[in-house]
């Protein structure tokens, strides 16, 4: 099964300096990777998503991401960090069908970013 | 475009009580939608697939009797919350897919805050 960790339940980041949330995957095949971005009482907002191509995906706001298959790592990353960049972020990985079943989803638990003024 | 909207985006509802939530992709069709919920500070977690013309499909622990999901159109999803208690209580986010979409990538709604007195 796929599967995906954020070891950091929090980071703490100070505002203008570079900022790096970590992600890590498991899966057969060929990885398709995401990040999302949560807002406080919000859905979840697109960042970037890595499907095939150059290891370095450029996103929304500013926010890169580098796929590293032999350390089977995506991790999440921007040069200079915003006060408003403050936000739970989470990494996915789309999982494979059992069956019939439809293409979904696997999370990881999330990560608190905390960018500090 | 692929607006993913949810209604209503807070309720609160008696125990005993039924809850319908809607889901809908404002500019393009889905096939498939998702419902999840998010407890405080955890993860996303699907609760069942959502084709359109066909029964859901449920995720394991899920009850499907308690949590009723109907896509009776390519832009409408709804989950209905019956016979609500107060654990039912809960951040209930739904997504939507692009057919044909081969990146399987996600839209999703700005969530609805249940809770149940």
């Known amino acids: 099964a796929q599967s995906v960790a954020q070891p950091e339940d929090q980071v703490n980041v100070a505002e203008g300096n570079p900022l790096t949330v970590k992600c890590t995957y498991s899966?057969?095949?060929?990885?398709?990777l995401f990040w999302y971005v949560q807002y406080p009482n919000r859905g979840l907002q697109f960042l970037l998503k890595?499907?095939?191509?150059?290891?370095l995906v450029k996103g929304s706001y500013g926010f890169e991401a580098e796929f590293n298959k032999s350390q089977t790592s995506f991790h999440l990353k921007k040069p200079s960090a915003l006060v408003s960049d403050s936000a739970l972020y989470f990494c996915?990985?789309?999982?494979?069908?059992?069956?019939?079943?439809?293409?979904?989803?696997?999370f990881g638990k999330g990560t608190k970013l905390s960018v500090i003024p | 475009g692929a607006v993913v909207s949810q209604h209503p985006s807070r309720v609160i509802c008696k125990s005993g009580t039924s809850v319908k939530i809607e889901c809908r992709s404002l500019?393009?069709?889905?096939?498939?939608m998702f419902w999840y919920r998010q407890f405080p500070k955890k993860s996303l977690m699907l609760m069942a697939t959502?084709?359109?013309?066909?029964?859901?499909?449920?995720e394991q622990g899920v009850e499907k009797d308690k949590f009723l999901i109907n896509h009776a159109s390519l832009t409408l999803s709804t989950l209905t919350v019956t016979s609500a208690h107060p654990e039912d209580s809960s951040f209930y986010i739904c997504?939507?897919?692009?057919?044909?979409?081969?990146?399987?990538?996600?839209?999703f709604g700005p969530g609805t805050r249940l809770t149940v007195t």
């Open positions: 997504s939507a897919r692009l057919p044909r979409d081969i990146s399987y990538e996600q839209y």
């Open positions: 899966v057969s095949g060929n990885p398709y």
């Open positions: 890595y499907i095939t191509g150059d290891n």
């Open positions: 996915a990985v789309r999982d494979i069908p059992s069956g019939a079943g439809s293409y979904q989803l696997t």
């Open positions: 500019d393009f069709q889905a096939t498939t």
């Open positions: 959502s084709n359109e013309g066909s029964k859901a499909t449920y």
